[in-house]
């Protein structure tokens, strides 16, 4: 079975840090572009960050830029989002997803996602 898995949410205070994995199974991810995303209720879902097939990286969605950091571990199939200086803005459920054609923040080209993991930052 072909499926992304997210992992490391939870609930944390604001300044915190997690970090968040998105492990495949069934594929090798180092032919994809690999994107999070996230949706905070009653909100869109947007993209993130995004990861290059060749480990550089894509984008930073600007209300992230200088406190997430997105990279990849091939040998392990596995794609990060270190997440520091948490703010309660950053809640949402965060969904890695994964992309043959480039590191689009439209979710259209995602082709494989997975099930998202929630994250909560909250005094």
């Known amino acids: 079975q072909l499926q992304l898995v997210e ?6 205070q604001p300044g ?3 970090r968040l ?13 690999i994107g999070w995303f996230r949706q905070a209720p009653g909100k869109e879902r947007e993209g993130v ?6 480990g550089r990286t894509s984008y930073y969605v600007d209300s992230v830029k200088g406190r997430f950091t997105i990279s990849r571990d091939n040998a392990n199939n596995t794609v990060y989002l270190q997440m ?3 703010k309660p803005e950053d809640t949402a459920v965060y969904y890695c997803a994964a992309s043959q054609v480039s590191c689009s923040t439209d979710r ?8 998202g ?6 005094s």
Request: proline share 0%; aromatic share 14%; hydrophobic share 30%.
């Open 16 to 18: 915190g840090s997690l």
């Open 84 to 86: 520091s200086s948490l």
């Open 108 to 115: 259209s080209g995602f082709s494989r996602w997975g099930q």
């Open 21 to 33: 994995s998105c492990v495949a199974s069934g594929f090798t991810l180092d032919y994809y572009f």
């Open 117 to 122: 993991t929630q994250v909560t930052v909250s």
């Open 49 to 54: 960050s995004c990861i290059r097939r060749d």
């Open 7 to 12: 992992s490391g949410g939870g609930l944390v």
